[in-house]
């Protein structure tokens, strides 16, 4: 391995904790729920670069059979992100969707607020359907 | 042991019975005289049933029925021993006087919820013949279980919020205490016998060292809270806001019977007195239960409340069991077994007199009751035997138990449960000639007045049987005496 | 075809049968759809149950792939009894479903609700047949957003926020999933377990094997509600539809405490852990505090739902118990406990579902007495709650006895003595329900009512009705768990 491999193995594993931590630091520090869902997409987000980064290989090709190639990536990560990134597209969706119900509901999608009404209107049943 | 089909059959019965009484009643809840008489019926066909146990009993037979695998090591089954025959006899006698008298009490106070009184007590008396019948530990602890949570139902009866407290402390006291001490006694018991079953001289013989012993019989002990040895017995005064018929129940036919009765057959059965007595492990139970008598006696002599002088009498009267088994000798057992059915129809003769009291006169306190012994002539000179026995006077049946428990102590050479007993007997007759006196030397205020008719018939039979008791013991006896054989 | 394909048929049918529901659009012609194709996959999941008892594992390859490629859907004595449990609750919820549906959501919605049952059925079943740790993840994912769906559907507008609330916290949960399986893939180049444990000595650092341990513990914790990770859970199953709750809370926790046992015995092994604390202590801890603190919070609570809620926390927390006492008793009285806690915590918020369908409310001072008036409804309710605190003759004791052999013979007196303890908690808080339903005078909300629907108590009674059968009879439940407890202890060399 020479020094830029090296360097670059540090770099890519950096990059990826660093989105894991902020994402996560978001998605607790916040209490607007549209930020929220921000950073549970840029945690989710870290995954793609924790699967697909270790299986790129310098100088290696597209796995596809031809006698002129030898190295080739492996090809299984780039997969399962492809779900993993159907799956944080429909969560995304979802919490958003979410949110506009939340904001019609109650008028509003900071957390706090939310609980300062529930808490007003205890014990009423708030109809939303 | 021989088991013939009729055996197995009349034991069947014995739970069948209670269990189709209970169905009758819950379908015929809005026919109360059709009602009535299905708990009536339930409870003379049950006697009769039992009646034809205590006679293959005594003739040496000792019926088994498996009821049900639970899981491996865990079997539901019965088995009738002498111990078990007698608290069974017991129980199913006192419930035929205890369904005359319910129905008096019922009726004449009017009590809301009938319905659901009945079944109760039907479910009681179902699971008092489990337990009285049951093969091993696991079954015993079942039935336990059921007894405690059908008579909750019954102590909150009332369902005013004395009465709910009271149920929340009789249900917390019994399950709590039956949880955390009997049941890892039970399966503490497992892991080290191999077995759960009852078996005639004990299966802990050289299993456990002494100490452990201790140990062990000491979550039996407690964990049966409805022995009440002290200081698990505040649930007893408290249930005394429930009805008298119910009261009753507890007191004579089934749930403290049923704490006593677990620890003297843990005693013989588990334990096994000769391993007990040569390890000594039992000895602390002496002086633990002999605390409880004299501590119980002198709260009841302080006690104007009329039902909890009793109740604190009962406190006192089964620590007397407690501590005789505790003695470990045959003649203690014997003693103790004999104690069992004649503090139950003592006892319950008691309970019967205070209800009908306070049903004819709304009477509830000593205090209250000069010269009511004209008034009510049959009632109190039923409760007179009652106390009579309680003290331990001949000619009742509460002087059986007692003269050959101060013979065990005496042999022992107990000079302390000797000295409790005496004393004891002193402080009883000290709580109780005082009421009889007042009833009968105090001027009446009043016509004579007696109480429903039921109850009167209820009570008078229990008083009379107290009495015969003395004079014709043999049945108790040959069963007392047969217990340590098995 | 079942004996060849029924490992891929159980996911399946479900999957079909919340797409067909999504499109046919009529409540009632959705809900016979789905109810078939549960009782589908419940026939399934009995054949496989029988076949794996008598062969020992059924293997599956999805596409003829080799499991170094392909996925492997694998079926034993563990997971076979997991897909009965789960399909079986999910017919007799579809059965009871159908009013109580009609109730409490509007007719537009409620073909999408049957959609999103049949989902995550679809998610629960894959998570437990498959033998492949990514898709794991995709079935996780699937439960879990059609999960969200179903607690978005309540009433109150309080659900909305409930779903919200979960569906971040299960985002994450299932993200640190993911991450620990990516640790795996990278130091052991696949995706199956079963090659994953074969591979697993040749690892050279252990390190990598402890982070992605965590990572995939504390991922599923969040899904089975561990304490302390169980935050969302009470108010999920509080304001989700009764009949979504009756499915989740019988299942939902079930299936990860499965895949939680399937990684510690399967991957990891108990005794790994960080420095010198193996997991099984920290799972000792954690659960011994989940029984005590879950279940005293449920005594303070007024909303009947929320206190089950509660009570499912504690509940939890003697299975996972059971599991990190890791032995043969111990593990079985944790598989014993999951059926067991299934069939009494169904039956239980059956019940309050039906007493919702009448009354309009699951408060407790609002239902005084209602035992009067719904008789059966009000006595399957106590049969639950005596299960929950594990009396004798019901299946709830026999699990607990269990769970105390397990912990004398590991040698843990001490939390033996703790079980039983807690237990006397279960007692106050079923107590307080009992106290309310059946000895006060019925209220004025309570007094005109009527006993709930037939088709609404059937499946309630059976319910209650097996948590009685288990009680007195477990040698078939008491077989099976034992048997996936072997399979379990056996996993690892």
Request: glycine share 10%; aromatic share 10%.
């Amino acid at each position: 391995m020479n020094l830029i491999t090296g360097l670059m193995a540090d770099a890519t594993n950096i990059a990826t904790i660093f989105l894991m931590v902020a994402g996560l630091y978001v998605v607790i520090a916040r209490g607007n729920m549209v930020k929220k869902l921000v950073g549970l997409s840029l945690f989710q987000s870290s995954v793609y670069l924790l699967y697909l980064l270790p299986g790129k290989i310098l100088g290696g090709s597209a796995p596809i059979l031809d006698p002129k190639l030898t190295v080739y990536a492996n090809p299984l990560p780039h997969v399962l992100i492809l779900t993993a990134i159907v799956v944080g597209i429909g969560t995304l969706a979802l919490g958003l969707t979410l949110v506009v119900r939340i904001k019609e509901a109650y008028g509003t999608f900071e957390e706090d607020e939310i609980i300062a009404r529930d808490g007003a209107k205890a014990g009423e049943q708030g109809d939303v359907a | 042991m021989s088991m013939g089909l009729g055996d197995s059959v009349w034991l069947a019965l014995a739970l069948i019975i209670p269990a189709v009484t209970l169905l009758a009643i819950l379908l015929l809840g809005r026919r109360p005289n059709l009602r009535e008489a299905a708990t009536l019926s339930g409870a003379i066909l049950l006697f009769i049933t039992v009646a034809q146990l205590l006679v293959d009993v005594l003739a040496g037979a000792r019926p088994e029925l498996h009821l049900a695998s639970v899981a491996p090591g865990l079997t539901l089954a019965l088995r009738i021993d002498p111990l078990g025959m007698l608290f069974g006899v017991v129980a199913a006698t006192l419930w035929v006087a205890n369904s005359v008298y319910s129905i008096g009490y019922m009726r004449g106070n009017d009590e809301p919820r009938q319905t659901m009184f009945y079944a109760c007590f039907a479910i009681a008396i179902f699971s008092t013949m489990g337990l009285a019948f049951a093969g091993n530990l696991f079954t015993l602890f079942v039935f336990y279980e059921i007894l405690s949570l059908s008579t909750y139902p019954l102590v909150t009866h009332k369902q005013n919020p004395a009465a709910m407290k009271a149920g929340r402390v009789y249900l917390i006291t019994l399950i709590g205490a039956s949880m955390i001490l009997l049941l890892p006694a039970i399966i503490w018991t497992g892991l080290v016998a191999g077995t759960l079953d009852f078996k005639a001289g004990g299966i802990l013989d050289g299993k456990l060292g002494p100490v452990a012993l201790s140990i062990l019989l000491a979550m039996f002990v407690f964990g049966a809270a409805k022995a009440a040895v002290m200081p698990l017995h505040r649930w007893l005064p408290a249930a005394m806001v429930a009805p008298t018929p119910v009261s009753a129940l507890l007191h004579a036919v089934a749930v403290v019977k049923a704490g006593v009765f677990t620890i003297l057959k843990v005693v013989v059965s588990i334990f096994g007195i000769e391993t007990l007595s040569k390890t000594g492990s039992a000895d602390w139970l002496v002086y633990v239960a002999g605390f409880t008598i004299i501590a119980a006696s002198v709260v009841a002599l302080r006690a104007d409340d009329l039902k909890r002088r009793l109740a604190y009498s009962t406190i006192g009267q089964l620590s007397y069991i407690v501590m005789a088994a505790a003695l470990v000798s045959p003649l203690a057992v014997l003693g103790a077994a004999l104690h069992i059915a004649a503090h139950a129809i003592s006892k319950i003769t008691l309970f019967f007199a205070a209800g009908s009291i306070y049903t004819a006169e709304h009477v509830t306190k000593v205090s209250q009751m000069n010269g009511i012994g004209r008034r009510m002539p049959w009632t109190m000179a039923a409760f007179a035997i009652g106390a009579l026995s309680m003290i331990g006077l001949p000619p009742t049946a509460g002087f059986l138990g007692k003269w050959f428990m101060l013979g065990a102590a005496s042999s022992a050479a107990n000079w302390f449960a000797v000295g409790v007993i005496v004393v004891s007997t002193v402080l009883n007759a000290a709580y109780f000639l005082p009421i009889l006196t007042a009833a009968y030397l105090k001027p009446a205020n009043g016509p004579v007045k007696e109480a429903p008719l039921a109850m009167v018939v209820a009570l008078s039979a229990t008083a009379l049987g107290t009495v015969m008791l003395f004079f014709f013991p043999e049945v108790p006896f040959r069963l007392a005496s047969a217990i340590l054989g098995g | 075809m079942i004996a060849v394909h029924g490992p891929v048929l159980v996911v399946i049918l479900p999957l079909f049968g919340a797409l067909v529901a999504a499109l046919v659009r009529r409540p009632l012609l959705a809900w016979a759809v789905s109810l078939i194709a549960a009782i589908g996959s419940f026939v399934v999941a009995v054949a496989l149950l029988v076949q794996v008892r008598a062969e020992g594992v059924v293997s599956y390859r999805i596409g003829g792939w080799a499991p170094e490629i392909g996925i492997e859907y694998r079926v034993d004595a563990v997971n076979g009894l997991i897909l009965v449990l789960v399909t079986a609750i999910a017919v007799l919820t579809l059965v009871y479903a159908r009013r109580s549906v009609l109730s409490e959501i509007i007719p537009e919605r409620i073909a999408w609700f049957y959609a999103m049952l049949m989902l995550c059925l679809t998610g629960l079943l894959g998570m437990a047949v498959t033998g492949d740790a990514f898709n794991v993840f995709v079935f996780l994912e699937i439960s879990s957003l059609s999960t969200y769906v179903l607690i978005a559907l309540g009433r109150d507008r309080r659900a909305l926020v409930a779903a919200y609330q979960y569906l971040i916290v299960g985002t994450i949960g299932a993200t640190f999933y993911v991450i620990g399986v990516g640790l795996l893939y990278l130091a052991t180049g696949t995706l199956n377990l079963g090659l994953i444990v074969e591979r697993l000595p040749e690892i050279a650092s252990p390190r990598a094997l402890i982070a992605a341990e965590a990572f995939i513990v504390v991922g599923i914790a969040l899904k089975l509600a561990l304490f302390p990770l169980h935050a969302w859970l009470p108010n999920a199953y509080a304001y989700a539809p009764s009949s979504a709750t009756v499915f989740l809370a019988s299942t939902a926790t079930k299936v990860a405490v499965y895949l939680l046992a399937r990684y510690i015995f399967g991957v990891f092994g108990v005794h790994l852990g960080i420095g010198s604390v193996a997991i099984a202590s920290v799972l000792i801890v954690l659960s011994l505090a989940a029984m005590f603190i879950a279940s005293a919070a449920a005594v303070f609570q007024n909303d009947i739902k929320r206190l089950l809620a509660f009570s499912s926390v504690a509940q939890v927390g003697y299975i996972t118990l059971g599991l990190a006492l890791a032995n043969q008793s111990g593990i079985t009285g944790a598989f014993l406990h999951i059926v067991n806690h299934a069939l009494m915590k169904g039956a239980a918020f059956m019940a309050v579902g039906a007493i919702i369908y009448r009354s309009g409310t699951c408060k407790l001072d609002e239902l005084s007495g209602i035992g009067r008036t719904m008789p059966v409804t009000a006595a399957a309710l106590t049969i639950a709650g005596l299960g929950l605190i594990g009396v004798p003759g019901t299946s709830g004791f026999i699990s607990k006895y269990y769970l105390v052999l397990g912990a004398f013979e590991a040698g843990f007196w001490w939390v033996a003595l703790l079980i039983v303890a807690s237990s006397v908690i279960a007692v106050l808080y079923v107590g307080r329900m009992m106290e309310v339903i059946w000895f006060r005078e019925p209220n004025q909300r309570c007094r005109g009512l009527g006993e709930a629907p037939a088709e609404m108590l059937a499946p309630m009674v059976v319910l209650a009705g097996m948590t009685i059968w288990f009680g007195l009879d477990a040698e078939l439940p008491a077989s099976l768990a034992g048997a996936a407890a072997h399979v379990l202890l056996g996993a690892r060399p």
